[in-house]
């Protein structure tokens, strides 16, 4: 099993972005839930590497 370490902020930097629009209309989040999406599919693919 391959342990992959956080690769900086990015992730952190994407859910507070997410966090920040709580007040926000839902089709404002979609943007930050793409970003989130993507990052998360990229260590996924990475984890299975």
Do not use: C, N, S, Y
Not at 4 to 18: C, H, N, S, T
Not at 30 to 44: G, K, W, Y
């Amino acid at each position: 099993m391959t342990i992959i370490e956080p690769a900086g902020d990015d992730l952190e930097a994407a859910l507070a972005f997410a966090e920040g629009l709580k007040d926000e209309p839902l089709p404002a989040h979609v943007e930050a839930f793409e970003r989130v999406h993507t990052i998360l599919q990229d260590r996924l693919a990475r984890a299975d590497a």
